[in-house]
């Protein structure tokens, strides 16, 4: 179950990338594009008739090269990536909403009912099955049943809780990678942007200082989007963050309300 889990998610973070790329892209083409090409050609017939012209800044100048597309593109695809982790997290704090091992105020569990606690546990749907409050359940009254021990109990679980937030940790390395690589891209953009105005510096020598202008905003353009992108993106991944270990945390303090507490062990285990 697990392997397919992954294989999923490697499916979906493709689909995502080739989605973003496909509608970005498109979106580029007809709209960005053609209409930054517009607004600079008229900035530029504007300029020749009065040289005191000061051009406004558009959003689609802004926008227009490919760094700065490359951003966006990799910025839809983090947080298509965040929003289905999002989504699976909404769907396992619902299930801390439910009771799922049926106990009153009062009752107890020996450990040879263990077994029989586990049952509507197990009883759920596959998908719930593999969520962390399920196998914390599961694992906690596994353990019960053949230790007979309630430390062993809590131990139990405070490692498959440790081990889940490691999990959620690592799962997020390629959104940490988008997050390093959007400004990075941006760089680039700069750099790409400056050799380009120091190659056309004999132009401005002359009073043609067109090309160095278009340059220079190429480079201040991508890495300003750049960084706007990256902003975003980590205040997104950080509110994920806090989802993911709020989770955590909710398990733990369900499975010590609603199992550990009602744990007993007979009075002649306890001697023995």
């Known amino acids: 179950m697990k ?13 995502a990338l080739i989605i973003s790329v496909i509608v970005v892209h498109a979106v580029y083409v007809a709209v960005i594009r053609p209409n930054a090409d517009s607004i600079m050609e008229q900035q530029l017939i504007l300029q020749e008739a009065d040289p005191e012209y000061v051009a406004e800044r558009s959003l689609y100048v802004v926008m227009r090269d490919y760094e700065q597309e490359t951003c966006i593109i990799l910025m839809f695809w983090a947080m298509s990536i965040i929003g289905l982790k999002i989504y699976r997290n909404r769907n396992e704090n619902r299930l ?6 049926t106990l009153s105020e009062g009752m107890s569990i020996l450990p040879e009912d263990a077994r029989d606690y586990a049952r509507p546990v197990q009883a759920l749907p596959p998908e719930e099955r593999e969520f962390l409050l399920p196998r914390a359940l599961l694992a906690a009254l596994h353990r019960f049943g053949s230790t007979r021990s309630i430390p062993d109990v809590a131990s139990v679980i405070r490692d498959l809780c440790t081990n889940e937030s490691d999990r959620l940790e690592s799962e997020l390395t390629i959104v940490r990678y988008i997050a390093w690589a959007i ?4 760089f680039l953009g700069t750099v790409r942007g400056i050799g380009e105005a120091l190659g056309q510096a004999h132009r401005a020598v002359s009073g043609d200082i067109v090309g160095v202008t278009v340059s220079l905003g190429v480079a201040f353009n991508s890495t300003f989007i750049a960084l706007v992108v990256s902003i975003l993106i980590m205040f997104i991944l950080y509110q994920l963050q806090l989802l993911q270990d709020r989770l955590v945390l909710d398990t733990q303090n369900y499975c010590d309300d609603n199992l550990i507490r009602h744990l007993q062990v007979p009075e002649k285990d306890d001697h023995a």
Do not use: A, E, N
């Open 3 to 15: 392997q397919q889990g992954i294989i999923s998610d490697f499916i979906f973070q493709v689909f």
């Open 96 to 101: 801390l909403q439910r009771s799922l091992l």
């Open 183 to 186: 400004p990075s891209i941006g």
